[in-house]
């Protein structure tokens, strides 16, 4: 495994406490940064905080409870962030949902409107309130996690889809405005990860969405980890507003 230097640099990673946030995580305290973890799931937080804790040190390691559609719970959070590390260098938006599967006019206007607030809202609120302080440092990573879904829109999906193009879009406005700041935004899209979030999806879903790989397999969490890692590093000096790759050659554009 290549190494990643993130020494001396603090992350925030939401959705940290499993799948590939935990990965994220796991790899981030492996190149030297320390780690806050984010989550909505308190029980499962301290239990992974625990974990990692054990491994790698109390010290490099934080946790907030957060409801990222909260304006007041994200504020909160980088609060006790700061707190526990004194600065932000990088931030991962991985936290989201997929709401189920069903056709367009099936899905219930409260579950569609739930995902756009997580997976678009959440990243909107928390860029929101970690970039004023990557703009004192003089220094910032932010890496968003879409879906080859954003790109393509996936059937029985809009809700999830959607979230995820704007997501893209997002990234691309705030790399944009940031670009002469040293603060460098990027997303990445991967293709489906067989994770827990497989639990909310139906068989029928998981099949097509296998059915588009050509490497005829799922990405791995830590595969993503290290990609993510990479564009949260000093080596990561050129690319902003972009979106990179992790379809197994489903997206070759």
């Known amino acids: 495994m290549n190494r990643i230097d993130l020494s001396g640099r603090v992350a925030i990673i939401t959705g940290g406490a499993r799948g590939i946030g935990l990965a994220t995580a796991e790899r981030a305290l492996e190149s030297g940064a320390e780690v806050s973890l984010w989550d909505v799931d308190s029980e499962r937080l301290a239990r992974t905080r625990a974990e990692l804790s054990a491994k790698h ?19 909160a959070a980088v609060k006790k962030t700061l707190a526990a590390h004194g600065k932000i260098d990088v931030l991962v938006n991985n936290a989201g949902i997929t709401g189920g599967n069903g056709t367009t006019w099936e899905l219930a206007p409260d579950v569609w409107r739930r995902v756009i607030d997580v997976n678009l809202i959440g990243p909107y609120l928390t860029c929101r309130a970690v970039v004023p302080h990557m703009l004192k ?42 670009a002469g700041k040293n603060i460098l935004v ?24 296998l059915s588009k790989i050509p490497m005829n397999r799922f990405l791995m969490p830590q595969e993503a980890a290290s990609l993510i890692l990479w564009l949260s590093s000093e080596d990561c000096a050129f690319s902003t507003g972009a979106v990179f790759d992790l379809s197994g050659g489903r997206a070759t554009y």
């Open 57 to 75: 040190g109390e010290r490099t390691i934080s946790e907030a409870v957060v409801e990222l559609t909260d304006e007041s719970s994200v504020d």
């Open 137 to 178: 440092a003089g220094y910032g990573r932010i890496v968003n996690i879409a879906s080859i879904a954003g790109k393509e829109g996936n059937p029985n999906a809009s809700h999830y889809s959607a979230s995820k193009a704007g997501l893209i879009g997002l990234t691309k406005s705030l790399g944009k405005e940031l």
């Open 186 to 209: 990027n997303a990445v899209t991967p293709a489906a990860a067989k994770t827990e979030i497989f639990d909310s999806m139906s068989q029928q879903h998981i099949d097509y969405m």
